[in-house]
């Protein structure tokens, strides 16, 4: 799937394509394989639509979460519903607020925890840069420097449309994923050639021997 | 050679600010009221020894009935020493006294603990002790308490060189299974003792940080004796930001920014007692529409909390659909916040000498509405939820928290009123509009789990009669005093306290006459709460830890600032 299909906002609506379509054709580079595409498109679909996310919140930006489960805004109807306690269930990590010295271990075995294919959506100031804090001795200045993260969400705290939009970037990129994999038939598995290199190696010491 | 120059260069720059040729020159014109009377928040300092703390506190307090300690502030004088200064207040006479006790020993600084005569004192010496490396002689407990138990270094003293020597660990924090006792022998000279935290055989249980019910990120570790509650040990400091460091490196107004992210359900009264404090101690007086103003948008942010509070308890409970009765009036006052602040949570509203920007046209239709439709959807919130029987049997005489102990524990806010101490700052102190407006301060007695959401929902309808009162008489006027483009507080030491949503909210700045402050600590209202969970929670099942958390109500952001 090239263009992902996002219920109610049309493609050219959304701000940063071209970093998309970088992904897209990065991803899709080796070809598609006929028969598994359609079912990843099928896969996604299903994947993108329930994400659940962890219920991981440090500060405000946590509050202004509560605010996009509650009626109004409703995470529901992307969803996104199912907040999950324990990361093992979970899919997206949503990390709102600041991240402090102390955190950043706990935050890191939160991800680990998590059972692949995981997501991390940086929500807010504070889990982008450290925010207003950043020249503070205590906090990390950027969750990206020990999680990989998918998403960022700038505000202080995030109004909850940005919230919503942020997330429906996470769908998008989602659905364009290989979920079985790439089948790139021109290039060589890497695995594969150092096995045989280790194999002809090996053959080369029984020689020896 | 090297050394004595960099002597020489750094009293130079000292000097003309205490000789302070060019200085008077500057304020004079800005501030002729000031010097004249002292200002309103100034606190009067008594300057006791350390060897004779002990004994004056125990003399205030048996003899004077000082039994609230109010605010217990580490501080950094750097040549002149380290030391503490002590807030006290009687909540029988309503006198108050402000203590300083400093020794000048950097290597080994000791000063005698206080923790025999207020319970609270406790765990603000154990701030002191992780900030600026004083130790208490007669403390029980003396650890880290916001920062990690390996930190290199005690991050508020002014040569402390804290990013170079603690970069960020990866690795598992450790936990120590025993603490430092130290005891002041006859002869003068200091035993240090171990003791351990849990008794042999104790069973403990880890909640947090990552929990969904703690509010925050907060530590618990929990001895249990089957499904009984032994013991509580918080381990606080996973939100622990540095702000009251940060702030000695900003401009005044920069400061004001932070506050809004201390208790993020309190925005408006932090900030307010940040700039009330500021607006003090340089003789500024706001004009009555911003106190007003003020009054009324606290009184919103109040409503705020509580209904926060009420909404989060149920979702802690499992009542899924009281929680978004709550989230929809909640969002009724974020649209009036929104419409004049432009903010739905961070608000940055109050500026030094008034607020950010006049009321919206629409403000007082909106709030006009609000009050009917909030006095009808109260009464949903009783039906849902509050008159629930299952409810009544998880809250009803369980976490009994005396007044006593609330006042020894420092227990400002609902959770102290809902043991029957009468601690409004409103009422203690009166502040912007306070003091003209007629309400009741909602104190209850019996200090369990039922009367604390008891007394958040009756002050949402005191708070709503408040802006009642206001809303149809805000004076004319200017929204913003002239002020300074850069604003110099005065030398001194300065106290300001405003009720905040869950407690007072109190703003010790020191200054030094520079355009930044020398110290500005923040009384936080949740600190104590968490610090009373153990006492409040001991002999309850452990399933009550998360309805007793909940319902006194603190906000983790503002425990560990």
């Known amino acids: 799937m090239k263009r992902p299909k996002i219920k109610s906002i049309p493609y050219e609506e959304f701000k940063d394509n071209e970093t998309f379509e970088k992904i897209v054709a990065e991803l899709n580079a080796g070809g598609a394989h006929v028969l598994v595409k359609p079912l990843d498109d099928l896969i996604n679909w299903g994947r993108s639509n329930s994400l659940w996310p962890l219920t991981f919140a440090t500060s405000c930006c946590g509050i202004e979460f509560m605010a996009v489960c509650a009626a109004r805004y409703d995470i529901a109807r992307f969803g996104f519903e199912v907040t999950r306690n324990s990361p093992r269930q979970a899919d997206v990590i949503l990390v709102s607020g600041t991240i402090t010295n102390k955190m950043a271990p706990v935050l890191k075995r939160l991800y680990d925890q998590m059972a692949d294919p995981k997501y991390v959506v940086a929500i807010g100031g504070c889990s982008i840069s450290g925010g207003p804090f950043t020249k503070s001795y205590h906090v990390v200045k950027g969750v990206d420097q020990i999680i990989p993260v998918d998403v960022y969400v700038p505000g202080c705290p995030p109004r909850p449309e940005s919230f919503l939009y942020g997330m429906m970037q996470l769908q998008r990129k989602v659905k364009v994923e290989n979920f079985f994999g790439t089948t790139n038939r021109k290039q060589k598995d890497p695995y594969k050639e150092e096995m045989k290199e280790q194999n002809v190696e090996l053959l080369n010491q029984q020689e020896e021997a | ?561």
Not at chain 2, 62 to 74: N, S
Not at chain 2, 138 to 151: A, S, Y
Not at chain 2, 548 to 561: M, Q
């Open chain 2, 1 to 561: 050679m090297d050394n004595e120059k960099l002597t020489t260069e750094s009293v130079k720059p000292a000097a003309p600010t205490a000789a302070a040729t060019p200085r008077p020159v500057a304020p004079k014109p800005a501030a002729p009221a000031a010097p004249a009377v002292p200002a309103e928040n100034l606190c009067e300092l008594q300057v006791v020894a350390p060897e004779a703390l002990h004994a004056e506190m125990k003399r205030l307090h048996d003899e004077e009935q000082m039994d609230f300690l109010e605010c217990l502030t580490g501080m950094d004088w750097e040549a002149d020493g380290l030391g503490v200064i002590y807030h006290l207040e009687s909540t029988v006479t309503g006198k108050r006294v402000c203590l300083k006790t400093v020794t000048t020993d950097r290597e080994n600084p000791l000063l005698p603990s206080v923790t025999d005569l207020w319970d609270v004192a406790n765990i603000y010496e154990r701030e002191v002790f992780d900030f600026y490396g004083i130790k208490f002689t007669g403390h029980p407990d003396m650890r880290r308490v916001f920062m990690r138990e390996d930190w290199v270094g005690y991050p508020f003293r002014k040569d402390d060189e804290t990013e170079k020597n603690n970069p960020l660990r990866m690795d598992n924090e450790p936990l120590a299974d025993d603490t430092e006792v130290l005891t002041l022998q006859a002869d003068g000279t200091v035993k240090s003792n171990r003791r351990e935290i849990f008794e042999d055989g104790d069973y403990v249980v880890n909640i947090g940080p990552q929990h969904p019910s703690t509010h925050g990120v907060l530590h618990f570790r929990v001895a249990l004796e089957g499904e009984r509650i032994k013991k509580i040990d918080p381990v606080l400091g996973y939100i622990h930001r540095g702000i009251e460091k940060m702030n000695e490196s900003l401009t005044y107004p920069q400061t004001l920014a932070l506050t809004d992210r201390l208790d993020y359900l309190g925005a408006m009264q932090s900030r307010h007692a940040l700039c009330m404090c500021i607006e003090k101690a340089m003789g500024v007086e706001v004009s009555d529409r911003v106190k007003v103003i003020r009054t009324i948008m606290d009184e919103l942010q109040r409503i705020d909390s509580h209904i926060l509070f009420f909404s989060c308890l149920c979702q802690d409970l499992g009542a899924t659909t009281a929680f978004l009765y709550g989230f929809r009036d909640r969002e009724k006052i974020l649209d009036i916040f929104e419409e004049t602040c432009g903010g739905r949570l961070i608000l940055n509203y109050n500026t030094i000498g008034g607020v950010m920007a006049d009321l919206h046209p629409n403000f007082q239709k909106r709030v006009k509405e609000f009050i009917p439709y909030m006095r009808r959807n109260i009464k949903e919130y009783y039906d849902i939820f509050v008159g629930n029987v299952i409810f009544h049997n998880r809250a009803k005489g369980v976490g009994v928290l005396t007044k006593e102990q609330a006042i020894s524990f420092g227990c400002t806010g609902g959770t102290g009123r809902a043991s029957g101490w009468h601690n409004d700052v409103r009422k203690r102190m009166p502040y912007a509009a306070y003091d003209k407006v007629q309400f009741n301060e909602v104190v209850r007695t019996e200090g369990d789990s039922y009367a604390r959401l008891l007394v958040r929902l009756d002050e949402i309808m005191e708070s709503l009669s408040i802006i009642e009162q206001l809303i149809d008489n805000i004076p004319e006027g200017s929204f913003q005093e002239k002020m300074k483009p850069i604003i110099k507080v005065p030398a001194g030491t300065y106290y300001t306290a405003v009720e905040g949503s869950r407690g007072e909210f109190g703003v010790l700045l020191e200054s030094k006459g520079d355009k930044s402050p020398y110290r500005l600590h923040y009384r936080s209202t949740g600190l104590p709460l968490v610090a009373v969970m153990d006492t409040v929670c001991s002999g309850n099942m452990l399933a009550d830890l998360i309805t007793i958390g909940g319902t006194v109500d603190y906000i983790v952001p503002d425990v560990d600032r």
